[in-house]
């Protein structure tokens, strides 16, 4: 079956430490999203990319990098940065290009700081 | 830029009940509309869409009609299930695509038996 899959489930980071969330998908997508979910807040974008080797930033992009080396992956690093990075991750993608389509979302990631 | 307005929750009901969760939008060209629903500890699936002005999105009971006069997108439901349990997010999209969405703060629905 397609779909997305994000790992780990559950996450934690000590003070001072890079993490990275993984992403991978088999739906053969051009375009995979990161959102941040909080409570009460609905999703945020952090980084959206539309094709291999390139990515642009969304509209919470401090703190976070990422990397599209290959059409099935968009790795997510949340680095020292961030100072506030307990969050639930989610992974999503799309084909690129056509219209109204919509997104296909991972299971998330839950991150917690110890 | 543009806003997606949802009713505040949680909101609770019990089995078989009417529901309603509003949401209102602010954009300014023509978005699509979309309903997304989160299980608990799962991700996002679209439960339906809308891509014009009076048109009705509909699936598994659930419908939403868009109305531009209003700039509304209101999520209906004639009798919830305790299966309905979930977090419902309202989201436009102004891009071609329909990728780049902006969501709503998302409402909690609990339906007790």
């Known amino acids: 079956d397609g779909g997305i899959t994000q790992s780990p489930k559950y996450l934690f980071r000590k003070e001072g430490q890079n993490v990275t969330l993984s992403c991978e998908q088999n739906?053969?997508?051009?375009?995979m999203y990161w959102y941040r979910q909080d409570p009460g807040q609905g999703l945020r974008l952090i980084y959206y990319?539309?094709?291999?080797?390139?990515?642009q930033k969304g509209d919470i992009a401090e703190g976070y990098s990422v990397s599209r080396e290959k059409k099935e992956s968009f790795p997510l690093t949340v680095t020292s940065a961030q100072k506030n990075p307990t969050a639930f991750y989610l992974c999503a993608s799309s084909i690129q290009g056509a219209l109204f389509e919509k997104l296909f979302f991972g299971s998330g990631t839950q991150l917690s700081v110890l | 830029g543009d806003s997606v307005t949802q009713m505040e929750g949680p909101v609770t009901l019990s089995e078989e009940a009417c529901l309603t969760i509003n949401c209102t939008y602010t954009a300014t060209g023509y978005p699509s509309l979309f309903w997304y629903v989160q299980y608990p500890g799962e991700g996002l699936q679209l439960l339906l869409k809308?891509?014009?002005?009076?048109d009705k999105g509909s699936n598994k009971g659930f419908e939403a009609t868009y109305r531009k006069e209003t700039t509304s997108f209101h999520l209906e439901k004639g009798s919830v299930q305790v299966s309905d349990s979930a977090v419902y997010f309202c989201a436009l999209s102004e891009g071609t695509s329909g990728s780049r969405l902006t969501f709503g703060e998302g409402t909690q629905l609990t339906v007790n038996p």
């Open positions: 739906l053969n997508h051009d375009a």
């Open positions: 809308a891509t014009k002005a009076d």
């Open positions: 990319s539309q094709i291999v080797n390139d990515f």
